[in-house]
């Protein structure tokens, strides 16, 4: 198949990079593994969205870009991008199963993946919240616990203490690394318990497997057991660039490095949102970075084939 422009990555970026491109008239071709919409169906509120005074919906805000990009004459491809091959006047990303997609240039938008531990794996469907829009009604009057206080899990934990009776939020480092505004939020949530300098070490679980217990680390005081029947892990974000070849510049983590149109320096590929090295990592951002990179294609690649 040939696309003028091919995007990897269905999430707020790819899908906003889709929908700039196919409406000034190019063919896009969108390669999606899963669901469209990114991170975004999972939350419950998405805040700071450029436009709007309140929080969103995430699902909601997902369904706007996903028409939006529709009615723009995006072609959506549900595959898994598996490799990507650089040549001179194009470039080739493959599917899994069979089959490939080539365009002039290539839109590297697949975000970061949530890391689990193998201790922890074997609790998804048993207490590990993977969901948390999905999931939370499921803990009305439960205990949870919340791994990991940056921005997502201040957002999980405030979310998540909707339902719960008691949410606990256990962050390794001293202090909070989420935003002051969010930090107030949870501080001024009777329902947020915080723990800091605390790491959590395992799960325990009932006969049948669930979660009904997690074990702590707490610096200075040794080991806690936490009852809990819910967790969620809101650390260890990676990059999903593992199939990327070595034409593509990652830094040490795996980030894309680009410059500030997004573009990987005279090349073909671009990379934009969570993905790119120096991401804010926010919706806001993850917009930002498919208008720089929708600009510079227009400028740069428009009509080439
Ligand atoms: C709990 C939580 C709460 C958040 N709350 C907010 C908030 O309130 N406000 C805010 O601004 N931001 C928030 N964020 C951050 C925001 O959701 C992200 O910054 C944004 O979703 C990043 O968009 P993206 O398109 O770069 O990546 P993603 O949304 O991660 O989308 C990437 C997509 O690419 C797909 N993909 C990956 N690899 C491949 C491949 N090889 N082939 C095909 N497809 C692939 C993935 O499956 C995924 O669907 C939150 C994040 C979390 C985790």
Not at 90 to 95: F, G, I
Not at 127 to 153: N, W
Not at 285 to 296: E, G
Request: charged share 20%; glycine share 14%; net charge negative.
């Amino acid at each position: 198949m040939h696309r003028d422009i091919v995007i990897v990555g269905g999430g707020p970026a790819g899908l906003t990079a889709a929908e700039l491109l196919a409406q000034q008239g190019l063919a896009v071709g969108l390669v999606h593994k899963g669901p469209l919409g990114g991170e975004l169906p999972s939350l419950l509120w998405v805040d700071g969205v450029p436009g709007l005074d309140a929080p969103i919906n995430g699902a909601e805000l997902a369904s706007q870009l996903i028409d939006r990009a529709q009615a723009a004459g995006v072609t959506f491809i549900s595959r898994e991008a598996t490799a990507l091959e650089l040549y001179s006047r194009s470039a080739v990303v493959a599917l899994s199963g069979h089959g490939f997609v080539q365009g002039s240039a290539v839109v590297l938008a697949m975000g970061r993946r949530r890391i689990l531990g193998k201790d922890f794996r074997k609790f998804e469907g048993r207490g590990l919240i993977g969901c948390t829009a999905c999931d939370a009604g499921f803990y009305r009057g439960e205990t949870v616990v919340v791994c990991g206080a940056g921005h997502g899990g201040a957002i999980d934990a405030i979310n998540l203490a909707i339902h719960a009776e008691r949410v606990i939020l256990v962050e390794r480092s001293n202090e909070l690394g989420c935003s002051p505004e969010l930090a107030e939020q949870l501080h001024r949530n009777s329902v947020i318990e915080i723990m800091l300098s605390s790491e959590v070490s395992g799960a325990g679980a009932t006969a049948s497997g669930a979660i009904d217990a997690v074990h702590v680390n707490m610096k200075d005081v040794g080991p806690r057991t936490l009852p809990a029947t819910g967790l969620s892990i809101q650390v260890g974000r990676m990059p999903e660039t593992e199939f990327l070849d070595s034409g593509v510049g990652l830094d040490r983590e795996g980030l894309v490095e680009t410059d500030e149109c997004c573009r990987i320096p005279a090349s073909r590929i671009f990379a934009i949102g969570e993905v790119r090295a120096g991401s804010a990592r926010t919706f806001a951002s993850a917009i930002s970075d498919a208008r720089a990179a929708a600009h510079s294609i227009l400028s740069n690649f428009s009509g080439m084939a």
